[in-house]
Structure formats: C-alpha cells, structure tokens
C-alpha cells in the first residue's frame, strides 16, 4: 500500500489515499471470509459444463445459417478444357 509518511498531511491527494485506504481495509474482514461459499469439485465441474454449453448455445444462435457453399459441375466451354471443373455457387 501507499507509505503514508512520504506523503503530507495538506495534500487532498493523500486524504483521497487514507480514505480509500480504510475503505478496502474494513472490506477485508475475516468473518465474511469465512462465510463464503466454496464449490466442491464435482460442482465447479458442473457449474464449467453448464457455461461451456451456454457458450455453444449462443454461438450456434449466432451462426449465420444458409451461407454453406455448395459445388456443382460446371459445364465446359472450349475456353475452360485447360480450368478446373468445379465453380463454387455460395447460396
């Protein structure tokens, strides 16, 4: 934290730091500490399947549906015997 004696007592920056100071300092207190709930592994493991599956249902609902492309046999010409004969058709 900051050394209080390397800052004066007149600066409104170092009131800003003590209060702040204290603020965190009676958030950090030992009785709620052990009030917190602490998942067993069998549920942190339940509660990481639950959010990877969330993850692929909003990715799925993303998904822009219909823009596979499909490939059909393109008819030949004289000037496409030396091309491939696949031409891609994005629906």
């Known amino acids: 934290m900051w050394n209080s004696s ?3 007592s ?5 009131a800003d730091l003590k209060s ?3 603020t965190l300092e009676r958030m950090q207190d030992e009785r709620l500490d052990k009030q ?3 998942m ?3 549920k942190s493991d ?3 399947k ?3 599956g969330a993850k692929v249902e909003r990715a799925l609902a993303r998904r822009m549906t219909g823009q596979d492309a499909t490939f059909r ?3 030949r010409t004289i000037g496409d015997v030396e091309k491939g004969g696949l031409e891609v058709e994005a629906n």
């Open 6 to 8: 390397t800052l004066s």
């Open 20 to 22: 702040w100071s204290g």
């Open 10 to 14: 007149t600066d409104p920056k170092s």
């Open 36 to 38: 917190r709930y602490v």
């Open 46 to 48: 339940e509660v990481s």
């Open 73 to 75: 046999v393109k008819k």
């Open 40 to 42: 067993s592994g069998n």
């Open 50 to 52: 639950l959010a990877l």
